[in-house]
């Protein structure tokens, strides 16, 4: 899982009022004045029978009759749309009889097949909401201090990316912004492009800079191919195989490359931390799947 989805499901977990005021700028009318969401355990032990527990980002109730259910995408992700419908019917069974909605929240615009706002499978279809963050002026998040901290992957034409930094920082140091909202802030910075933007902007602000520990979107900050691989180096240094194959998958796919299951497997059944690491600096340049596994045959 990326940086973007763990910045912020902690944050809507923790402060779902943040979150609420930014779906009331980017998607006005989505919820009822005055209502504040009411974040549900996305883990419910008692719902018996139903498929395995969600993982999904948010899920609040609003009101008495609603609920509202928000996936945040920092990256591309192949898998999006079957996950976000099992998500979303996951939940109508859940919280039968209130009625669910889904968003989905977008840094940049992702290709078509990802991002649809009517989904068919089978005789089912589920209507998602998607709002790109690129596409929202970032003075529009300006406005509020609690909102600030998605303004970092905003629209800066009007302000300057420069600008925007130093007014985010500023805006968050005087609302006195929670821990997960500067992390929110920082990944969201990351993602766009923005990292050391924001991390002058931190310092000018006397704030200590947060390094965030995503390797896909911190190496294509700061040159793809040393962020990844230094990243890469430290999850193999704790162990983390695992971490390291997924790491890989999030990589070609950020790329816009196509992964098929056959690359999957070939991933999946490696054990060798060296052919792994040489895999990952091959896939920040490749310019296929291919390519990478070049000498595996």
């Not at 300006?142 to 990316?161: M, Y």
């Not at 805006?171 to 802030?185: F, I, L, N, P, T």
């Not at 200590?208 to 191919?225: Q, S, T």
């Not at 990844?228 to 890989?248: H, M, P, Q």
Request: charged content about 25%; hydrophobic content about 45%.
């Amino acid at each position: 899982m990326a940086s973007s989805d763990r910045a912020f499901r902690a944050l809507a977990q923790a402060e779902p009022d943040t979150v609420a005021r930014l779906l009331r700028v980017v998607a006005p009318g989505l919820l009822p004045p005055n209502v504040s969401l009411e974040a549900a355990d996305v883990d419910d032990s008692h719902a018996h029978g139903l498929p395995p527990a969600l993982d999904a980002d948010l899920v609040a109730r609003v009101g008495e009759e609603d609920v509202l259910h928000v996936e945040l995408q920092g990256y591309r992700d192949r898998g999006f749309v079957d996950r976000v419908v099992y998500y979303h019917l996951t939940n109508v069974l859940r919280f039968k009889p209130r009625k669910v909605s889904t968003l989905a929240l977008w840094f940049k615009r992702p290709p078509a097949d990802q991002c649809r706002d009517v989904i068919e499978v089978g005789d089912v279809t589920v209507r998602i909401r998607n709002i790109v963050l690129g596409e929202i002026d970032a003075e529009l998040l300006l406005g509020d201090p609690r909102t600030c901290c998605f303004a970092a992957a905003a629209d800066a034409a009007n302000v300057g990316e420069e600008a925007l930094c130093d007014a985010i920082a500023q805006a968050m140091m005087k609302d006195r912004a929670s821990w997960y909202c500067w992390q929110m802030a920082v990944v969201a910075a990351a993602s766009c492009g923005r990292y050391e933007y924001f991390m002058q902007a931190m310092r000018r602000a006397d704030m200590e800079p947060m390094v965030i520990e995503d390797l896909v979107k911190f190496g294509e900050d700061r040159g793809f191919e040393n962020g990844v691989a230094r990243g890469f180096e430290n999850g193999l240094a704790s162990g983390a195989l695992s971490t390291a194959k997924e790491s890989l998958v999030e990589v070609l796919l950020a790329r816009g490359l196509t992964v098929q299951p056959d690359d999957l497997r070939i991933i999946e059944g490696e054990q060798d931390p060296t052919r792994l690491r040489t895999w990952l600096r091959r896939a920040a340049t490749a310019d296929s799947v291919e390519a990478v596994f070049a000498d595996e045959g």
